[in-house]
């Protein structure tokens, strides 16, 4: 493909295709995405489509290491040749009669000499698209320069050939134009290596993923160590890591204790600790200690695949912005050429003494500088830039509709639990009755070690962080409901509810104040009010710090939970959130959403549990939490790769960078259209008597698309 009126014609033909659900052709990545019913139709069936008007489809590459394709060597080597042999040519015609010897006709012959070969090897791929599409009656980009360059060099030849058929100039012979073929040849393939240069480092971050992945894991069998290639590794596979080492596959640690650094898929920069039943994931790194994994998921399954499919997925999508540089490109050579057409027979009829030259210069100057390129690359180019970025940072943006929505958003609702919170129980309080603090968390956590119920887990944890030396339990019996009964140390110990005491006849203290938001836990020890525990969800550190960051973009931030509305108002007043909608079923929270989409705004909602996902599903945009459920996971349109609510900031704010490069590059590729045409045409010669030259109109034309690639990289460097 050489321009975005390429994509769009094959992008037509493949939705023609019997079968076809959708079809999108990606200009900047050269990659088509099809949606198709297999019993209608097969892939096989839609590259002969494509083949059949002029194209040729390459087969999908496999997840690897690769590296610059041929293509771009290729161009360099004609740009290379093209170049040595233009310059002169370059530096004949721009002596403009200056230097007496270059006055005589072996210049010409020596130029067409010289020109001859650059159109020929340097502009081959151009002649031969042009042909291709003029078999297939369409045009593109390669149609234009291929017309240009041909009518320049076709022209300059007759005129040295048989100087004879042409009207002479003020030098007495024909004036020729191969500088305009050779040097605006050499322009537009130093212009397109370029852009394919500049094109390919929008994909930096997803090649930088792929490199995550090691070629090579230590293999352990019956403890014996062995160096295998990365696709031999099956689940269940028992894998050495050492310190420094990247991790091969997604495992469970079996042995060992380490910290990992999982800056690279999660954003997050401080090392996470690993122990025996810890998952660590495929390209992170091994900081301190060896561990001992078994293999759980490997191969495309890995979360780095997942993730790196999932970020090519997005930068091959396109944004609704595309549409307009899409519908404009699909009739922009047809224009052009008629354009062309025009200003020559309008040069001829109002200049007819010296019409014929000027007329072929304004006509190839028209055809060489309208450039469909820059409106293609507009957006894919900032898209990829953009969820590259993302994927940097722990920001996964499913496609371009989802990056356009989220840039919209006017409202945030936030999930409570899990996603606020820390989505656990831990405990915030002891107000003993009578015995010291310590003593009463240790016999109580001893009574609840048998328990699987959260709050006794967080009793039981909140002791052993402490320290305290649990004793075991001689007597253990669970109390649905309410609580349990134990016997620890000789001690009768009653933990649950109040209502736990009151059918034990043992007068119970009202609690402390301030903890009428917790799961209070009222403490008896043989048959006497011993205390109470508070156990709550806390709020995440980062929390507050993340709503300040949603609300400084000017964003309204609401809580929507199915907790009471004391304990969801006690969270929103620590995390300083003024609304509050609780006590919502399940069922209801995407009802609610509604509701606010109905008073016009744009919502995006954060969640992270099973309960979320319709919510999530209804919402304009919907931001999953890392360290949620899948179900959660799939129904978003946003993926956090790390549970930290400053996230959900991070990525409306990239959204709306991201938005604002795209509409930026397609202003300035129209702007640069509208000028550059008329100018090219020779709108300027009845004022000024300047006519543009092809040469500077080819190298503005490459411009043009190099500045739209170009303004799309600033968003590789993006920060909050």
Not at 198 to 225: K, Y
Not at 240 to 262: F, M, Q, T, W, Y
Not at 683 to 698: K, N, V
């Amino acid at each position: 493909m050489s321009c975005a009126a390429c994509a769009a014609r094959i992008e037509k033909e493949l939705k023609r295709a019997p079968g076809v659900a959708s079809a999108n052709v990606n200009f900047a990545t050269k990659i088509a995405t099809v949606s198709f019913a297999p019993r209608e139709t097969s892939a096989k069936t839609l590259s002969t489509r494509v083949r059949d008007i002029g194209y040729d489809v390459a087969e999908p590459q496999a997840e690897a290491h690769h590296h610059a394709p041929p293509a771009d060597a290729d161009l360099l080597r004609r740009v290379l040749i093209g170049a040595a042999l233009a310059l002169p040519v370059f530096l004949i015609a721009m002596s403009h009669g200056a230097i007496e010897a270059l006055n005589a006709p072996w210049s010409d012959w020596l130029q067409l000499i010289l020109t001859t070969p650059v159109l020929l090897y340097s502009g081959a791929p151009f002649f031969r698209s042009a042909w291709k599409g003029l078999r297939h009656f369409s045009a593109n980009m390669d149609t234009l320069v291929a017309l240009g360059t041909g009518a320049a060099y076709l022209y300059s030849a007759l005129a040295t050939i048989a100087p004879g058929l042409l009207p002479a100039s003020h030098h007495g012979r024909p004036a020729v134009y191969f500088e305009a073929a050779a040097v605006v040849i050499v322009l537009v393939l130093l212009g397109r290596w370029l852009e394919a240069r500049a094109t390919r480092r929008t994909s930096d971050a997803i090649q930088g993923l792929m490199n995550l992945q090691p070629q090579t894991a230590q293999l352990l069998i019956d403890d014996r160590e062995s160096t295998v290639p990365i696709a031999r590794v099956k689940p269940g596979d028992h894998l050495l890591v050492r310190p420094g080492e990247r991790i091969p596959v997604d495992a469970a640690v079996l042995k060992g204790h380490s910290s990992v650094n999982e800056s690279m898929l999660t954003g997050e920069s401080l090392p996470v600790d690993k122990s025996p039943e810890s998952t660590v994931f495929a390209g992170t790194v091994n900081i301190s200690g060896a561990l001992t994994i078994r293999a759980a998921k490997v191969g495309a399954d890995t979360s780095l695949q997942q993730i790196v499919r999932l970020v090519r997925e997005a930068q091959g999508s396109k944004a609704p912005l595309a549409r307009l540089a899409d519908r404009v490109s699909g009739i922009f050579v047809p224009i052009v050429l008629l354009v062309a057409l025009i200003t020559f027979f309008t040069w001829l009829l109002l200049f007819p003494a010296d019409g014929l030259a000027h007329a072929l210069v304004a006509a190839v100057s028209v055809l060489v500088i309208a450039c469909p390129c820059a409106l293609g690359l507009a957006t894919p180019t900032a898209i990829m830039a953009g969820t590259g970025r993302g994927a940097e940072r722990g920001i996964l943006l499913r496609d371009g509709q989802a990056l356009e929505r989220a840039a919209a958003v006017h409202t945030v609702v936030l999930d409570k639990t899990g996603t606020l919170t820390q989505g656990k129980p831990v405990l915030t309080h002891i107000n003993p009755a009578s015995l010291p603090p310590e003593e009463l968390l240790r016999l109580a956590a001893s009574a609840e070690q048998h328990s699987e119920h959260p709050i006794a887990s967080a009793i039981v944890d909140a002791a052993r962080q402490r320290g305290l030396p649990l004793a075991t339990p001689t007597t253990f019996r669970a109390l649905s409901g309410l609580g349990v009964a134990a016997t620890v140390d000789k001690h009768d110990i009653l933990i649950g509810k109040p209502a736990l005491l009151e059918q034990h006849n043992i007068v119970f203290a009202p609690p402390a104040s301030g903890e009428d938001a917790n799961t209070l836990l009222a403490v008896a020890i043989d048959q006497r009010f011993a205390g109470t525990l508070a156990v709550a969800d806390t709020l995440r550190p980062e929390s507050a710090q993340a709503v300040a960051a949603l609300k400084s973009q000017g964003l309204r931030v609401l809580m929507l939970t199915g907790d009471n509305k004391a304990a969801a108002e006690h969270i929103a007043h620590q995390a300083r959130i003024d609304e509050v909608i609780a006590e919502v079923l399940p069922a209801d929270k995407a009802a609610a959403v509604a509701r606010l989409q109905q008073s016009g705004q744009v919502v995006a909602m954060v969640g992270d549990g099973i309960n979320d996902a319709p919510a999530l599903a209804r919402a304009d945009v919907g931001i999953a939490l890392g360290s949620g459920t899948d179900i959660a996971m799939e129904s978003a349109s946003i993926m956090l790769l790390r549970p930290d609510l400053r996230a959900v900031a991070d990525a409306i704010a990239l959204s709306r960078a991201t938005v604002r490069t795209i509409r930026q590059n397609i202003f300035w590729a129209f702007a640069y259209n509208v000028v550059a045409l008329p100018i090219a045409a020779g709108a300027l010669y009845p004022f000024t008597g300047w006519l543009l030259s092809p040469m500077i109109a080819s190298a503005a034309m490459a411009l043009s698309s190099i500045s739209v690639v170009l303004n799309s990289l600033r968003l590789a460097r993006w920060r909050p």
